[in-house]
Every structure is written in C-alpha cells, then in structure tokens.
C-alpha cells in the first residue's frame, strides 16, 4: 500500500486547510498589507491586517489566528520583540517573518524566536503560498502526532488527561505529587468535568496492584448501599441466602471510588468512617472484623463542608476525605483545552462510528469558545459526536445566548438555600411528568426510592403546601 500522497492530493490538503484557516498580516506598509489581503482574503476562512504590533495584538486577543505573517520591522514593538513577548507567554501561533533588510544575525534571531519560515521581500504571490503550504501542513502534522501521542497514553480505558491550559497543568501536577500515597482524595467540580477520570488517573499512577471500583452513591436505594458497599454474611436479612463480598472487599489492595459522596446514608458515613481510620471491615450481620487495605477517593458537587455544618454529612468524614482536595476546573475556565479536547474526541470518535473526521472551519472553533459549556467536557463530547453525524458543527446545541448572567425569572432567588433549589427543581420534573416518580427519578439520575425519601423529609418538615 502506498501511504506517499501524490502532489495533487498534497494540493488538495493544503487548499483545504487554507480554507479553514484565520490568517494575521502584520505590516507597517499599507501596500503589502492591500497586496496580501487582496490575494488571500477570499481563499481563507479570516485574514485580518495590522499596521503595528500594537494593533495586532489587539486583534490577536480578539480573534483566534493559525498562521501570523508579520513584518520584523514594525513602527514601536518589532516584529521579533512581539513574538518573543507572545513566546515568554506560551503563546506558540506558527509565524512567517517578512522582511526587505534579512542578514545573517536576523535570520538566525528569527529561527531562534520559533520562525517557521523567513521570506524576502519583495516576493511573488507564488512564493509566498509555497511558505504557507510548508507552515500549514507542519502545523497538521505537528496536531496530528500530538493525537497520535494522547491516543498512546490513553491505551488503558482513557486514562488521560488532556489539556494544556494552566489549571489543567496545575492539576496534573498535584495528580502526580499525591497519587503515590495512601491519603484519601476528594475531587470537586461540576458535572461533566471529569471526576471520575482523575480518580482513575491517580489509581493507575498509585501502581496499587488491587483494583479500581466506582460507585455511584447517589443513583443506588439508600437501603442497599450498606449491603453494596460492606457485603454481608448468609442471613444477614430476609433474602440473604449466601455470603457476599462488597465493592470495599473487592477493591482490597487497589481504589474504591465513591462518586456523588453526599448521597450516603448517614448510617453508612459512619461505618465507612470506622473503616478507613481502623483499616477493618465488617460485613453486614457480621460478628468479625476483617483487616482491609484500601484506598478511597471520593467525588462531589455539592459544598460537603456547607453540608457538614448543617449536620447533612458527618464533619468527621468530610474532614477524613479531605485530607488532599483536587478541583477540575469547568471547561469553561480551560481556554485553548476547548480546541485540544475536541481534536481529541473527533479522532477518538470518528474511529468508533467510523466516519471521516469533519474539518472544523474558524467560525466553528469561534462558537466554541464563544459557548458557557454548562455539561463540561461531557457535553462538548456529546457536541463532537453530533458534528461526526450530522457533518457540520450543530450550532442549534450550543443553545441561542452564550452569555451568563445572574438567576432571574423563572430561575431561583439568589437567597434561597442549595436544599431549597433542589426541592423546587425536584417538585418542577415531577410536574411536568405528571408526577411519574420513576420517570422523574431516571430523569433526575436518582432511584425512586431516593425520591420518595426526600419527599417523605419535605412532608415532615412543616412546610406544607
């Protein structure tokens, strides 16, 4: 098979890559400004001009540029001073320097200050399209071998963490620092950041040689989390007929990982408490104790120290839990994360459903980073598999106002309580089922039986309706 492309279909690439390409021309002369603009603006998908770096920069915090082609002799910053300003920053946009004075020491500065090409001025149209095709397809290249690399390191069930952006090299950090001990971990965030991954993260950099256990606190009975977590011995309780290990005796020398901690029983945080500061467990109807080794790592939304002051969660365990707390950062919050996270999943899922990934133009990654992502980097996966099917980015996903604002009419009075929220968007999805509890649950992510529970709490609190 031959995997060489021939220069017609090298052609083809690069003309669809210009295509989709937002270009910056940096030059103090309004001539080569109107020359560049004349012969790219319609075969790209933007070109914007600057006469000064000054005003580039202004642009370039506006708008997101793939390829700058910037004079190295501006009025005020130069050209170099600039990109090395950009460079000390992070910032690693693929450059062109233009310029009609070009010696040996300035050739060899713009090389060192991360050049992709050096082009004399004056020069043809031809010319400098053969600079932007050598740039441009080192650039897919370049993204392509960093996917090529993610996929390597996420061999084993996604465990990866993608992301350049500070929080992200931030957390990462800690990862490493706190995977190798014995401590527990509380991971915070809102939904879809992905809690469960960091728990995943930091049990395959323990080296523990037991295994990872997850479960979801808050989508079981409260009635059978004890008999879940601790197992139970024949006869325990009517039904029991054999012995039964739970989830912390399987997960004995690897990681239980308890999602959506808060939902625990009361009951339950107290033997989960005794196991892990004695290090013993007993299963339900039990008369021994059993030594066990094992790691947990706990996962929230909700303020657990708020709900410990309010006598909702035992303060003791919070405090046993918390003894290191990683935050994932929403994906709002990850800026360029946005970019590398959705080649990430295009790759990842145009394989599964094999389909051709879809070349994403400039406007596309525009909405992208325009959007608030409320579901996170689940949500934004959810979008990239929507592009792969329908071919284009469905922009009516991405909902009509980007913007955030304060709650208003019909959302909840800024005074009002986390339990008070809960209760009124509760008493919301049950109207509009017709008070179908089991729908209403499986909408809610809760069994029915939680439901109820919360219902019979409101009934018996006095505030009736």
Not at 366 to 383: C, F, I, S, T
Request: charged residues 25%; glycine residues 8%; contains cysteine.
């Amino acid at each position: 098979m031959n995997l060489m492309k021939s220069d017609g279909e090298l052609e083809l690439v690069f003309n669809r890559l210009l295509r989709s390409a937002a270009i910056l021309v940096v030059d103090d002369e309004p001539g080569m400004r109107n020359f560049l603009k004349r012969a790219f603006e319609d075969r790209c998908a933007l070109l914007e001009v600057a006469g000064s770096a000054e005003e580039a920069e202004a642009l370039r915090l506006r708008y997101h540029f793939d390829l700058l082609l910037v004079d190295i002799r501006l009025p005020g910053l130069s050209g170099l001073e600039w990109m090395e300003k950009l460079r000390e920053r992070g910032v690693r946009t693929h450059v062109i320097y233009m310029t009609a004075y070009a010696d040996l020491e300035m050739a060899v500065a713009a090389l060192r200050n991360g050049a992709d090409d050096f082009i004399m001025k004056p020069f043809r149209t031809e010319q400098i399209l053969v600079s932007m095709r050598r740039t441009l397809m080192r650039r897919q290249i370049l993204r392509e071998n960093s996917l090529l690399r993610l996929q390597l390191e996420q061999m084993r069930e996604d465990d990866g963490l993608v992301g350049e952006s500070e929080a992200m090299q931030t957390l990462s950090s800690l990862i490493q620092r706190v995977a190798a001990t014995r401590s527990t971990v509380l991971v915070q965030g809102e939904n879809g950041v992905g809690k469960a991954l960091v728990a995943r993260v930091l049990h395959r950099l323990s080296r523990r040689g037991g295994a990872f256990i997850s479960f979801n606190c808050g989508t079981v009975d409260p009635d059978q989390i004890d008999s879940e977590l601790f197992g139970y011995i024949k006869g325990a309780f009517e039904g029991a007929n054999q012995t039964r290990d739970g989830l912390i005796a399987h997960a004995d020398k690897g990681t239980l990982f308890l999602d959506e901690v808060a939902h625990l029983p009361e009951s339950v945080q107290a033997k989960l408490l005794g196991v892990l500061e004695r290090g013993v467990l007993r299963p339900l109807g039990g008369a021994r104790e059993f030594p066990i080794d094992v790691r947990v790592i706990a996962a929230t939304t909700s303020d657990l120290a708020q709900l410990g002051t309010s006598g909702m969660f035992r303060a003791d365990l919070f405090y046993r839990l918390n003894a290191m707390q990683l935050q994932v950062p929403p994906l709002r919050e990850r800026g360029r994360d946005i970019e590398l996270l959705a080649a990430h999943f295009m790759e990842q899922l145009s394989s599964e459903l094999r389909l051709a990934p879809v070349q994403l133009l400039h406007a596309d990654w525009e909405k992208l980073h325009a959007y608030h992502w409320p579901g996170n980097v689940r949500e934004l996966r959810n979008v990239v598999e929507r592009t792969l099917l329908l071919g284009e980015l469905p922009t009516d996903s991405l909902g009509k106002d980007n913007t955030v604002s304060a709650p208003t009419e019909p959302g909840f009075p800024l005074d009002w309580s986390m339990e008070q929220v809960e209760r009124a968007h509760i008493e919301a999805v049950l109207e509009s089922l017709g008070n179908n509890k089991s729908a209403a649950a499986r909408q809610l992510g809760v069994s029915r039986k939680t439901l109820e529970r919360k219902q019979a709490l409101w009934s018996g609190s006095g505030d009736e309706e």
